[in-house]
């Protein structure tokens, strides 16, 4: 068993000797490098062929690894070149990894420990700064990193997986097919992706105890169209799919099959990429995806504390489910207020 990892470079040779010297310390499981470089006009191009002598090129290293190296003309854009890395690659696992990435000690064995857990496990993202696991102010990365060691047997489901990291089985590529070069420099395509692969069955989950530290957007930002084209790519992405929802079950009343139902419901929502909140007076078992929160209050103060969450969250709920008429009566008299559609779950 093998992992082939794809990194799309462009510029930023600092950034990618970086990526590359990490993956050559950290990664115990068996692997091949696929570098695509979309042009690069700075010391890239001479960086990447001292790599190919030094490491003989698509031959075994020292250190076990293979490396692959492949100059555009131009530059592709970072889908294309991801494809075009899947293209070459043979392996059962692939790895989309950004050149702005820094990966810690057994990322690749854990995450791919995770994938091999569960068969409806298509695609991993580790745990990451980008997903909200962040080092204390001054605390190592490597240390940080280590501490999440005691998870590595742990996931977490995912509403969509994010590109700068992302273990895909080849089963789903075979199944689903390439990223959409519709998108075409980036961004959406990693998410679109994703609803694909949960579209025919299979989840994207975090691995807890894998961790791979991003420069965030280092690339992107160097690009003078970057929000023109977040802009289209949005559009694209929610006329394809729709926009996702922001969802408050309000559980003033409720029995044992109310609660199981609002679980498969809320984990169905969740899935298709909405983000579900629960507000609750008790603690309650809820399905375990990141896009899906509780928040607990006293049942003294209940109905005023959820109350003033919907009324001042930035972000407004698209919809309100409540199971008592009082709770439906006040909610749709403060409508002008919230602008949510307020139903009984």
């Keep these: 068993m093998r992992c082939d990892i794809i990194i799309p470079v462009w510029n930023q040779s600092a950034l990618t000797k970086d990526c590359i010297d990490a993956i050559l310390k950290n990664t115990s499981y068996p692997f091949r490098i696929i570098i695509i470089d979309n042009a690069s006009s700075d010391e890239t191009e001479e960086y990447l062929i001292a790599l190919e ?3 003989d090129i698509n031959s075994s290293s020292g250190e076990g690894a293979k490396i ?3 100059r555009n003309d131009k530059n592709i854009g970072f889908i ?3 494809n ?4 070459l690659s043979s392996a059962p696992y692939i790895c989309i990894l950004n050149n702005d990435t820094l990966v810690m000690k057994g990322w690749l064995k854990t995450m791919i420990s995770v994938a091999e857990s569960k068969s409806d496990i298509g695609i991993v993202n580790p745990s990451s700064n980008s997903l909200g696991q962040r080092p204390e102010k001054g605390e190592p990365i ?3 990193a280590e501490k999440l060691k005691s998870e590595t047997e742990e996931s977490v489901e995912v509403g969509a997986a994010l590109g700068f990291c992302m273990l895909i089985k080849r089963e789903v590529i075979n199944k689903i097919g390439l990223f959409d070069e519709i998108y ?3 961004n959406f395509e990693d998410t679109d992706f994703s609803r694909r692969a949960v579209k025919e069955g299979y989840r994207c989950v975090r691995a807890c105890g894998a961790y791979v530290y991003h420069r965030e957007n280092a690339s992107f930002n160097h690009l003078k169209t970057f929000d023109e084209e977040f802009k289209r790519n949005s559009q ?5 799919w729709g926009k996702s929802k922001r969802i408050a079950y309000i559980l003033d009343w409720y029995d044992d099959n109310v609660l199981e139902k609002l679980r498969s419901e809320s984990l169905k929502l969740a899935r298709e990429g909405n983000w579900i909140w629960y507000f609750s007076k008790e603690a309650i078992d809820v399905p375990k995806h990141s896009n899906i929160q509780i928040i607990r209050f006293s049942q003294k103060w209940f109905y005023l504390n959820s109350i003033f969450v919907v009324l001042k969250k930035k972000k407004k709920f698209n919809e309100i489910f409540v199971g008592s008429e009082g709770a439906y009566r006040l909610l749709r008299g403060l409508s002008f207020l ?5 139903s009984y779950y």
Excluded: C, D
């Design 53 to 55: 002598k030094k490491f």
């Design 68 to 70: 692959l190296s492949v």
């Design 80 to 82: 294309k070149a991801v």
């Design 84 to 87: 075009q890395g899947i293209g």
């Design 142 to 144: 490597e240390l940080f």
């Design 184 to 186: 075409g420099m980036g």
């Design 236 to 240: 694209i992405y929610e006329f394809r």
């Design 338 to 342: 919230h602008n949510a559609r307020v």
